[in-house]
């Protein structure tokens, strides 16, 4: 027997006293993805919350369109919509409290938007404009995350440090499949289950990680087995039923805030555009594939309910849309117009104090601009 054969041969035996510290069945997630649009749990969804549902994802796919044509107009240097996915965001925004932060990632542009920051200063990023573009305080959203997962350690520290300074505060970290895969992903799941902190982990697995498929990010059952790992409740929902996605993570946040700590929700969803504007998604995924997914269009199921129980009539559907075009146009008008950028600004908010290096180049920056001002006067 070789070596390597006797290692693999051998196995521990683990003494007598051990045992599991957590049973893991009832952290595994459901076989299939929970829904509700469609079953028999519709009947008890709150009216006028599939109303509202409703109008924020007319909404938002009125955003992602007007934001892709923004990019088209060189009004936007990128654009990452999330058309398809507006279940997702819509949710994740209205699930929470007004005291509980939401941390983003660079995909989640709608969830910003929901959650009530303005729809120009979530864009400004995007834009190459001037650091985040809003208070993140004020709305309680973290800045727009584009390096991948690196926002989920950052969600896991302030709800441990809001929990000991005796804050009631969930913070809700969103992520994509391919997010997954990244380290700070498991950093972020292994401290937050050890510590227990209220946080709910939400993945929306849209298929792709720019063109790379979910069966080369992982060879787990689910994203959503993973959190067994860990020690956490995996949920699995489809995340194209705005209802359903409300529902599990409405039940996630309540368990973080009573003090159960974190839940990993995967919602399986698909992202019917391509990655940015800046990608081919014909060369990864083909014309059929994309129109099987857009036959489970988040906004068509959730506008069948609504026609169905007689929540919704054409008049209504017609309000909703107006609404929708009425913000498109007034991001249109906003981002028509040309910022008025101060170079000087670069030097702002990096550090409480600058430091001296900081200093010596907006000294040397200052006089770059005025010596061209000054040429620029003489050859008038």
């Known amino acids: 027997m070789t070596v390597m054969e006797q290692r693999g041969a051998y196995r521990p035996t683990p003494p007598p006293a051990w045992q599991p510290r957590t049973d893991p069945v009832p952290l595994l997630p459901d076989a299939e993805p929970y829904r509700v649009l469609g079953t028999e749990a519709a009947a008890e969804a709150d009216p006028e919350l599939l109303r509202r549902l409703y109008a924020e994802l007319v909404k938002g796919r009125r955003y992602n369109a007007q934001a892709t ?3 088209k107009q060189g009004r936007l240097a990128v654009y990452p919509s999330s058309t398809g996915q507006e279940a997702c965001e819509v949710a994740a925004a209205l699930v929470l409290e007004e005291r509980d932060w939401l941390f983003p990632s660079y ?3 709608l969830a910003v938007v929901a959650r009530g920051v303005d729809p120009v200063q979530a864009l400004t990023l995007l834009r190459g404009d001037w650091h985040t573009g809003y208070d993140p305080y004020e709305h309680r959203v973290a800045p727009l995350s584009t390096p991948l997962a690196t926002q989920l350690p950052h969600a896991v520290g302030l709800a441990h440090a809001a929990r000991l300074k005796g804050d009631d505060v969930v913070a809700l ?3 994509g499949d391919g997010g997954t895969s990244e380290g700070d992903f498991h950093e972020a799941l292994n401290f937050a289950a050890v510590w227990q902190a209220p946080v709910v982990f939400l993945v929306q697995n849209n298929g792709f990680a720019i063109s790379v498929p979910l069966a080369k990010q992982t060879a787990a059952p689910s994203l959503a087995h993973k959190a067994v790992g860990y020690g956490m409740p995996g949920r699995l929902v489809d995340g194209n039923d705005a209802a359903a996605v409300h529902e599990v ?3 996630a946040v309540r368990h973080a805030r009573a003090g159960g700590g974190p ?3 995967e919602a399986i969803t698909y992202r019917v555009e391509a990655h940015t504007n800046a990608d081919d998604a014909t060369r990864y995924r083909g014309d ?4 099987t997914w857009k036959r ?3 906004i068509a199921l959730l506008e069948q309910e609504l026609t169905a129980r007689g929540l919704l009539d054409e008049d209504g559907a017609e309000a909703v849309r107006q609404d929708a075009e009425t913000m498109a146009a007034a991001l249109r008008a906003h981002m028509n117009q040309d910022p008025a950028l101060d170079p000087m600004d670069l030097f702002a908010h990096v550090y409480a104090e600058p430091t001296p290096q900081l200093l010596e180049q907006r000294e040397q920056l ?4 005025a010596a061209e001002a000054e040429s620029e006067g003489a050859q008038r």
């Open 288 to 291: 059929a594939e994309v129109e």
């Open 249 to 251: 993570l409405a039940d």
């Open 263 to 265: 839940t990993l929700v």
């Open 366 to 369: 200052r006089a770059e601009l």
């Open 69 to 71: 044509a923004l990019t």
């Open 296 to 298: 489970h269009d988040p």
């Open 173 to 175: 970290a969103m992520v």
């Open 107 to 109: 995909r989640d542009t």
